[in-house]
T-cell receptor, first 116, second 114 residues
């Protein structure tokens, strides 16, 4: 049963600390997405990659957030320094492009981040 | 830009009954895709069903069906024979032409009662 995995599942940290979230996409998927979910904003796309290359990170605060794909099996999202307003659930999703619009994104379980 | 609207308040549904969740969208694209996801209290996002803008038939996946009305720009999700495990938040999402971004609505909360 292929699934997107994310670690850690929960993270509590203090303001100013670095936070690193990891994602393993489904094997064979070449598109990886990072989303953030909050009560106020709902689900927002932060960044996405295709074939490990960043295609769009316009949703990400550039001064403190960075996203990378060191290899096809690992995507990382880093926040440095973290702030209380970064508290949210961060989802990773992966997909494989079909013709047209059919590409489905499969989500990981999320990382619940709390910044004190 | 795509916009998804889900405005229904939280819903209580009797077990075994059907429930319809409303979703309207706004886009200038001719080709687009519509998705529904389920988010139970455990937090994961579960893909349910897909409808392409050029699909001639409404999509169905088991107890889920999508009532697609292109002219009205609506893509309502119908869950038949509700089960207790259907209690969750349901999100409608859309991808426009040549665009990898999924735009999500705010979600519909469903609680199934025995």
């Amino acid at each position: 049963d292929a699934r997107v995995t994310q670690t850690p599942r929960h993270k509590v940290t203090e303001m100013g600390q670095e936070v690193t979230m990891r994602c393993q996409p489904i094997l064979g998927h070449n598109t990886v997405f990072w989303y953030r979910q909050t009560m106020m904003q709902g689900l927002e796309l932060l960044a996405y990659f295709r074939n490990r290359a960043p295609l769009d990170d316009s949703g990400m605060p550039k001064d403190r957030f960075s996203a990378e794909m060191p290899d096809a099996t690992l995507a990382t999202l880093k926040i440095q320094p973290s702030e209380p307003r970064d508290s949210a659930v961060y989802f990773c999703a992966s997909g494989f492009p079909f013709l047209g619009q059919r590409e489905t994104q499969y989500f990981g379980p999320g990382t619940r981040l709390l910044v004190l | 830009a795509q916009k998804i609207t889900q405005t229904q308040p939280g819903m209580f549904v009797q077990e075994k009954e059907a429930v319809t969740l409303d979703c309207t969208y706004d886009t200038s694209d001719q080709s687009y895709g519509l998705f529904w996801y389920k988010q139970p209290s455990s937090g994961e996002m579960i893909f349910l069903i897909y409808q392409g803008s050029y699909d001639e038939q409404n999509a169905t996946e088991g107890r889920y069906s999508l009532n697609f009305q292109k002219a009205r720009k609506s893509a309502n999700l119908v869950i038949s024979a509700s089960q207790l495990g259907d209690s969750a938040m349901y999100f409608c999402a859309m991808r426009g032409y040549g665009n990898n971004r999924l735009a999500f609505g705010k979600g519909n909360q469903v609680v199934v009662i025995p």
